[in-house]
């Protein structure tokens, strides 16, 4: 697939970007050169290939999932302006 100076010039008006004769030329020789890169990407048999999620097969190193830190839910809502049910209350933005 190759595209035609009308076709960018076309694109650039429905994203309504101002584009010179010279930067059009430009635009189509760039996007025809990444739709041959997806063509030679489409070429290429994956049907054998397993998907995976990384490149490098690496292992994420886990900790046990413990609290570490102390409750001080208490001390923050002591010192909050409004606090209700353990909850704390803001002026409202909305109506």
Same mark, same amino acid.
């Given at each position: 697939?190759?595209?035609?100076?009308?076709?960018?010039?076309?694109?650039?008006?429905?994203?309504?970007?101002?584009?010179?004769?010279?930067?059009?030329?430009?635009? @189509?020789?760039?996007?025809?050169?990444?739709?041959?890169?997806? =063509?030679?990407? $489409? /070429? +290429?048999?994956?049907?054998?290939?397993?998907?995976?999620?990384?490149?490098?097969?690496?292992?994420?190193?886990? @900790?046990?999932?413990?609290?570490?830190?102390?409750?001080?839910? =208490?001390?923050? $809502? /002591? +010192?909050?302006?409004?606090?209700?049910?353990?909850?704390?209350?803001?002026?409202?933005?909305?109506?």
């Amino acid at each position: 697939m190759s595209l035609s100076i009308e076709q960018v010039e076309r694109l650039a008006h429905l994203a309504r970007i101002e584009i010179s004769p010279a930067e059009a030329e430009l635009s @189509r020789d760039q996007l025809n050169g990444i739709f041959v890169l997806i =063509e030679q990407l $489409q /070429a +290429v048999d994956t049907r054998n290939i397993e998907p995976m999620a990384h490149a490098v097969d690496a292992v994420q190193r886990l @900790r046990e999932d413990v609290v570490t830190e102390t409750d001080r839910r =208490e001390a923050f $809502q /002591a +010192v909050a302006p409004e606090v209700e049910s353990g909850l704390y209350l803001v002026p409202r933005v909305v109506e």
